[in-house]
């Protein structure tokens, strides 16, 4: 089951926002770069929050209570998150077919591979099934699927209590084949952050045996994987700003995705739509305020309100 044991990372480079690690840097580890591995402190640090923001997420979506995105300020968070992906031409395949699987489960209690293959992208079907199954070990990993018993993968790996109380919380009398967008959006993101941080973690293992969590997402070639940063880079911008701020310029995101060489039209397109204006921009993440030269942006109060709540409970808990 190992699909991709034979994957060297190198060491030069952090695995999740894409920067490279010069030597003399001072890299905390290999693999992965100070910003998305902060030193273990007492300190409530971007991967506290990470952690923390998705427990608390999962405890929200096991409730079998219908799913409010809007009234429940974690959910909408991560939809956010999910929201982001949806606008990245690659991984949004793969929202897609979570999606699908979501419907399908909460339809029928179980999934079918071969309805995913439809919102696959790839030059054949054996690209196209190998994209099925990076995001079956991805569902896998982040705890919706589970291994079960069977010859075909749909029974392998079958749907787990999560994907169960999840599907149970969705109103299915709307659905068609999709999911309301909002809904798809926080889902995907849930699993995108969970599957964030379980490849931190096994990054700082020292990336040993074949990747898990996210980094089972990533696109492929000759041998080697390819970084997606155009959503892990803003992502891991965003959350640890999040962190420690309540604003941030233009300019502060701009330097910082530059040194992950996200320049020119693709960097407009990310600052773009942070600040709504291109289509489909739907998000919470942030007010915008145009001086008539750059943005300004500021974090969504109630988000600067969970990491209070999420910080406030590191604290409380360090004294125990
Ligand atoms: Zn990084």
Not at 96 to 111: F, K, N, P, S
Not at 172 to 181: D, H, R, S
Not at 297 to 317: D, G, T
Request: proline share 4%.
């Amino acid at each position: 089951m190992s699909i991709d044991s034979h994957i060297q990372l190198s060491k030069d480079r952090c695995w999740i926002c894409g920067i490279k690690l010069f030597p003399g840097q001072v890299p905390l580890q290999p693999y992965l770069c100070y910003w998305c591995s902060p030193e273990k402190t007492y300190e409530f640090t971007v991967k506290d929050f990470i952690s923390d923001l998705v427990k608390e997420a999962e405890e929200n979506l096991r409730q079998k209570m219908l799913i409010k995105c809007e009234e429940i300020d974690v959910l909408s968070l991560v939809a956010d998150i999910g929201a982001l992906a949806a606008h990245h031409t690659y991984l949004k395949q793969f929202s897609d077919m979570l999606g699908l699987i979501t419907v399908q489960v909460a339809l029928e209690h179980r999934y079918t591979p071969q309805k995913l293959i439809k919102v696959v992208s790839g030059t054949n079907k054996a690209e196209k099934w190998k994209r099925v199954r990076q995001c079956l070990y991805f569902l896998l990993d982040t705890g919706l699927l589970e291994r079960g018993e069977g010859r075909y993968i749909y029974e392998r790996l079958r749907p787990s209590d999560l994907l169960l109380s999840l599907a149970d919380s969705i109103e299915v009398i709307e659905l068609k084949e999709t999911l309301p967008p909002r809904l798809a959006n926080c889902i995907a993101g849930y699993a995108l952050l969970k599957g964030i941080n379980y490849s931190i973690e096994w990054l700082q293992r020292g990336a040993q045996n074949e990747p898990i969590g996210i980094i089972r997402l990533y696109p492929r070639k000759a041998g080697g994987l390819m970084i997606p940063k155009l959503f892990t880079a803003p992502v891991m911008f965003l959350l640890s700003y999040l962190t420690r701020n309540d604003e941030f310029s233009e300019e502060d995101l701009r330097r910082w995705l530059s040194a992950r060489e996200i320049r020119g039209k693709l960097l407009d397109r990310c600052v773009n739509w942070l600040a709504r204006v291109v289509p489909g921009s739907v998000h919470k993440l942030v007010s915008a305020q145009f001086d008539g030269y750059l943005y300004h942006f500021r974090f969504n109060p109630i988000y600067m309100r969970i990491r209070e709540r999420l910080r406030e409970r590191k604290r409380r808990r360090s004294y125990i």
